[in-house]
């Protein structure tokens, strides 16, 4: 299991293998379990961490993650254990192979385009959607192969982007959500709160699974490589966003556990959750990693698997793409019906 900390005003530490977290004012135990269960921990705000813990997780490799009260990340705490510098070495170079870089791009904007339109079809009682209104996804979808560089690539795949999520707003049943479009930076509404939210987290757990095979995260091959950017971890987490966040995020809504009463303006103008929605969205995110599902093709037939196993077997099939230098070693994720 991955452990998400939200409280604050917590201690958390290691007792004969099992992780502890005790009330910081009286040190009262709230929970404890097997240390061993735990495959990550995502800290938010300030609980206070042992040291002891923290020294366990860097020497079994367990990703620790931190972000502000707000969801924005800080950091994470890992060992160099697991680098390989002969696989990286050889994925900088591929970074600036344009071959490899054009066929990976197309597998993973197809893959992205194509979970997107999913998503939009997958809802027909609350609003089915004609031809015209996903003309940027199909169109792109159609073209996608005939372009000649990564830039046209990334033409097709921000045209496509921007007719999901014109989209998108017709999938949510509670008409006081004001969504117009995504904006990031700052987000601009409650949706986009949660989006953010949603993709930073994602985006960690993408992170680790590179790390964890021992790739580099900033040499990417669809998105540039620049400062401050982990550029292989953008790349991978693109199939991903509809399946994991954005459906939880239309689910939250349409269920009614989240109204735009959960949400606060601060003085800049940035819309953000107040804490027990951050902690309901991240609840409900970590249930959408662990139930099986159908994530890809494998011997002929489909197999089941959490999400976390589903992205580190992916994470190998990157580096088997890589040693190999061609991409089609790498099966992305594309959202089918069960029947299908």
């Known amino acids: 299991m991955h452990l998400y900390l939200t409280e604050s005003a917590v201690k958390v530490g290691l007792s004969e293998r099992r992780l502890t977290i005790k009330k910081a004012d009286d040190g009262s135990l709230m929970r404890d379990f097997p240390f061993d269960d735990v495959e990550g921990i995502s800290v938010f705000g300030k609980p206070q961490i042992s040291t002891h813990l923290l020294c366990e997780c860097i020497r079994q490799n367990m990703p620790v993650l931190f972000y502000s009260e707000d969801g924005h990340y800080f950091g994470h705490l890992s060992s160099f254990e697991q680098v390989d510098p002969f696989r990286q070495k ?34 027909p009682g609350i609003y089915s959607f004609d031809a015209e209104e996903v003309r940027g996804l199909t169109h792109s979808l159609e073209y996608l192969d005939g372009a000649c560089d990564v830039s046209q690539v990334m033409g097709f795949e921000g045209n496509g982007a921007k007719a999901y999520f014109n989209c998108l707003p017709k999938l949510l049943a509670d008409h006081d959500f004001d969504f117009r479009g995504r904006s990031a930076r700052p987000p601009r509404d409650p949706i986009n709160s949660m989006l953010s939210f949603g993709y930073s987290i994602l985006f960690r757990n993408v992170l680790g699974a590179i790390n ?71 609840h409900r995110l970590g249930d959408a990693m662990v139930r099986s599902e159908v994530y890809f093709m494998e011997g002929g037939g489909r197999r089941r698997y959490g999400f976390q196993a589903a992205l580190h077997r992916k994470a190998l099939m990157l580096v088997e793409a890589i040693e190999k230098r061609n991409p089609i070693y790498y099966q992305p994720f594309l959202w089918l019906k069960e029947e299908d």
């Open 90 to 123: 050889m994925q900088m170079y591929l970074s600036d192979d344009p071959r490899f870089c054009l066929e990976w791009s197309k597998l993973i904007v197809r893959a992205k385009l194509w979970n997107s339109l999913s998503l939009l079809r997958s809802y």
């Open 212 to 282: 964890a095979v021992g790739l580099h995260p900033y040499f990417g091959f669809l998105h540039a490589v620049k400062q401050g950017h982990a550029a292989l971890a953008s790349d991978l987490v693109e199939e991903w966003r509809a399946w994991i966040v954005d459906r939880t995020i239309i689910a939250l809504v349409n269920d009614g556990e989240v109204l735009p009463s959960d949400f606060y303006k601060n003085e800049a103008g940035a819309i953000y959750m107040k804490k027990e929605t951050m902690r309901l969205l991240t």
